[in-house]
């Protein structure tokens, strides 16, 4: 085994998992996309065709689950999915450090992406669920329905301003984004922002 | 991946599955609050100058649905509607004839979207579907009625015994106003009694004939006979 030089390049993220990002990104921005325009009525007299974006959202909507699935397959997607399932001591009081501007070291993730990461995962399967029960209505009687529609009318407004947090976090840290984009980040981000993250030697 | 990142609370596995049940809850008992909040926010949208909170779910008032590909546009000049079929007179009105020859009937209803939505007391102005009929002269043997729109691609349907009840109009005012190209103007049907996807925009064509025809979305899945309340597997309170 080879020992980097100490300022090389810190691999974030494998092909893999910057593949699963992209696809479920393009995925469900299409899902986001589609329903603003079947939503609001603005944008619906602009689009009209009803029937087409139903079906695009639809379809979308299921397809976003595929990237996810098949990645995996691949252990260091799973590796990270273990890292973003799990709290440190660190983790605690995390965000209270950082409204008070105290020091908070992370890991490889820190809290708050672990608890956006949880809330989209849980929010987008609700989002299917609810989907579901509305475009099969034999699945289910009509009060079911009808509450599929209010948690679904809720719920794709709470995770639309959820993920429009999520761009608007990456949109002010360049390396971050350049750590998805390349699958690298430097050694200098890394301590900065994730202080106690400790790369295995494969990766 | 060191040992320590392994460790840890579960807390992304409690979330997860948090959310999951906050989702479940809400399908159970979705509809008991929709009940609650839909008159809270409607008149809380009503009151809004900035229009936003009509954009929450339940905020009232009215989503536009096309099923064409742009809102199609017929000036009061250039309009026209044709009543054509089994009649003794086959008809084409302009939109003046419309409003001069034939007997005028304001309507105040609830207007009730199969998708769930409702609009308190709408006021439409129009023609009598009945008097349109009347003054065509149905021939024996006419059981139906077939409407065409000048989007090219919507169709609607009645059956002549529900087309002569006195809540079915053609309409070419809305809330006391001309009914705009959004809302299906200048000429739309109003058929108060049923969900508003029986409500066809953009009128352009009514067809008397010996079958009913099912229409756009009846082809796609939708009760023929669209009653509020009793179609499509639903319970909404009658409209009219």
Partial sequence: MTIPPPDAPLRRFTVAERWIHRATAALLGTTMVTAAFLYLPLLSELAGRRDLLVTVHEWSGIAALVPVLAGLLSRAFRADLARLNRFGPHDRGWLRSVLRRRPHPSAKFNAGQKLYASLAAGGTLVMLGTGLIMWFPRLAPLVYRTGATFVHDWGALLLGALVTGHMWMASNDPEARAGLRTGFVSRAWARRHHELWEPSPDE | ?240
């Fill in chain 2, 1 to 240: 991946m060191t040992a320590d990142e392994r460790r840890g609370t579960p807390v992304g596995r409690r979330v997860v599955l948090g959310v999951l049940a906050l989702g479940a809850a809400g399908v159970a008992v979705g509809a008991r609050v929709q009940k609650a909040t839909d008159g809270v926010l409607a008149t809380v949208a009503s009151k809004d100058p900035t229009g936003l909170t009509g954009l929450l779910p339940g905020g009232g008032g009215f989503r536009f649905y096309s099923v064409a590909a742009s809102v199609p546009h017929r000036s009061a000049d250039n309009y026209r509607l044709t009543v054509d079929g089994l009649v003794e007179r086959p008809t084409t009105y302009t939109l003046k004839q419309l409003k001069e020859d034939l007997p005028s009937t304001r309507l105040v209803r609830d207007v009730q979207c199969v998708t769930g939505w409702r609009v308190p007391q709408t006021a439409f102005t129009g023609v009598l579907l009945s008097d349109v009929l009347a003054a065509a002269g149905v021939r024996p043997g006419a059981m139906a009625l077939r409407f065409t729109c000048f989007d090219g691609v919507y169709t609607e349907s009645l059956t002549l015994e529900q087309a002569r009840r006195p809540d079915m109009l053609v309409a070419y005012g809305m809330r006391d106003e001309p009914i705009t190209d959004a809302h299906g103007g200048p000429v739309r049907l109003y058929a108060a009694p049923m969900y508003f996807y029986k409500s066809a925009k953009w009128l352009a064509g009514i067809t008397v004939t010996d079958e009913v025809t099912p229409g756009y979305w009846e082809k796609r899945g939708y009760d023929v006979d669209g009653w509020v309340g009793s179609s499509n597997g639903r319970d909404d309170h009658p409209t009219s």
